[in-house]
């Protein structure tokens, strides 16, 4: 056995806990996935091919990972050999990189139907050969009809390499809508809101509009958390006073809890957004800086007048003197980087 086919075997997948059917939201992708599951007679009824090439991408947060491994424990259940890894695990050996690329394709030969997520896939832009591996076994299952499914996942389409993109569906997942926020709390939060109506999960999915789910699920997190404090302090840690509050449906987060909580994991995003657009802001600055402080001091120029030997060099003898412009002084550099600087300032930014 070769060092990359017994290298694949750590990553095979089984018992994977969770199926589509598991996950809050998504409704659109689940339909598609479960499509593109092989069923031999109906995908020739509908001239589908049993090979599906899918690139999940979004901003973080939006439930790539999760969708690509719930789709994972769907197949499990539908006789395909499962295969979960992150992409850097390819690049670990460099000098295996490129054997262990190629080996998802014999790995798919050899089982035939089989399914592959290869997560944090933005990264195979760092090595290109091994990308260019990739593309080609994936283009060759394609190719050859097999009943295989292949997925990838990124931020961005664009962090992968071209290869990889044209050989992929792109599949965009965006931020749940209030549909699925609401099916969301009422699967996390139902028990803990006010059977009276005053503050249910339809408000929960109103005050969040914009939240990803990994947002969502910090708050979750955070206010049952908080609840559990809270009923317990009150009740003076009685175990069992909690317990019986609970069964009576008496625990429930009140609205100006919940939003201080959601308007926190808000905070948080915001501030780590600004402090991004800050330290780029910040790099464009010392980029303008270094650019000024690597030029040369300038030499005269000249306007016109000036005369050439035969084999192209200048004749500095034929110059004239008063068509030569003198260069700027260092003074005026310093005023004209400090206006490019004052240019760049964020307070002097509009926005």
């Given amino acids: 056995m070769g060092n990359a086919e017994q290298w694949i075997q750590d990553f095979y997948q089984e018992n994977c806990g969770c199926s589509l059917e598991d996950i809050c939201g998504q ?149 749940p809508d209030q549909k699925e926020r609401l099916e969301y709390f009422q699967a996390m939060m139902g028990r803990l809101t006010d059977k009276s109506g005053s503050f249910n999960c339809s408000h929960m999915a109103e005050l969040t509009e914009g939240y990803n789910f990994e947002q969502l699920n910090r708050i979750t997190a955070f206010s049952k958390a908080f609840l559990k404090q809270k009923i317990l302090e009150k009740c003076e840690f009685n175990w069992e006073e909690v317990r019986q509050m609970s069964e009576e449906g008496k625990i429930c987060i009140k609205r100006e809890q919940f939003c201080e909580i959601a308007g926190k994991i808000c905070r948080e995003t915001k501030e780590a957004q600004e402090e991004l657009s800050q330290d780029l802001l910040k790099q464009m600055i010392s980029n303008t800086g270094a650019l000024y402080l690597q030029q040369e001091r300038p030499v005269p120029y000249i306007v016109s007048g000036e005369k050439t030997t035969a084999d192209g060099v200048m004749d500095r003898e034929s110059i004239t003197p008063e068509k030569q412009i003198e260069p700027q002084s260092t003074a005026d550099i310093s005023v004209s980087l400090d206006d490019e600087l004052d240019m760049l300032d964020p307070s002097n930014l509009e926005i």
């Fill in 27 to 175: 409704h659109f992708w689940k339909k598609v996935l479960r499509g593109c599951i092989y069923r031999e007679g109906l995908d020739e009824l509908f001239e589908t091919s049993p090979f599906w090439g899918l690139l999940f991408c979004g901003e973080a947060g939006t439930g790539k990972s999760t969708l690509g491994k719930a789709f994972l424990g769907e197949l499990e259940g539908n006789g395909y050999k499962l295969i979960y890894l992150r992409a850097d695990e390819i690049l670990k050996d460099k000098a295996e990189a490129i054997p262990r690329a190629g080996q998802f394709q014999k790995e798919c030969i050899k089982w035939e139907k089989t399914a592959i997520f290869l997560d944090n896939a933005g990264i195979l832009g760092e090595d290109i050969p091994v990308a260019e591996q990739l593309a080609e076994g994936i283009d060759s299952l394609r190719r050859y009809n097999l009943p295989v499914i292949w997925m990838m996942e990124a931020e961005k389409a664009e962090d992968l390499p071209e290869c990889l993109r044209e050989q992929l569906y792109l599949c965009r997942i965006e931020v």
